[in-house]
Nanobody, 128 residues
Framework: QVHLAESGGGSVQAGGSLRLSCVHP????????MAWFRQSPGKEREYVAT???????????DYRDSVKGRFTISHDLAKNTLSLQMNNLKPEDTAMYYC??????????????????WGQGTQVTVSS
């Protein structure tokens, strides 16, 4: 079982920033898909951002429309850490955020069912 350790959630006012981190085991595949998803009570889990990590380099970041220009997904190979920088947060960003990992993935899906490994989640609450 792959263990993913998330951190960085919290409560902020609208317009504030948070940075989420997800530490993962050392990569053993040349290409991997990594992603952040979120889920609010009563709603389906939705993708926030995905990135391909190929030969240690993060490529092709992709974002859902509602977070484009505000969120940035990144990966630090030396620290085995996937991050999500979230700026200009809005109340509608309130959710439990999860990191997800697909070892060996070449084209990252935005569907949760294609990611076999998940973190425990970290809560983000944005007040107006």
């Amino acid at each position: 079982q792959v263990h993913l350790a998330e951190s960085g959630g919290g409560s902020v006012q609208a317009g504030g920033s948070l940075r989420l981190s997800c530490v993962h085991p050392s990569l053993t595949e040349s290409s991997n898909c990594m992603a952040w998803f979120r889920q609010s009570p009563g709603k389906e889990r939705e993708y926030v951002a995905t990135v391909e990590v190929e030969d240690g380099l993060a490529r092709k970041p992709d974002y859902r429309d509602s977070v484009k220009g505000r969120f940035t997904i990144s990966h630090d190979l030396a620290k085995n850490t996937l991050s999500l920088q979230m700026n200009n947060l809005k109340p509608e960003d309130t959710a439990m955020y999860y990191c997800a990992f697909e070892p060996g993935g070449w084209t990252c899906s935005i569907l949760a069912r294609y990611f076999p490994h998940w973190g425990q989640g970290t809560q983000v609450t944005v007040s107006s």
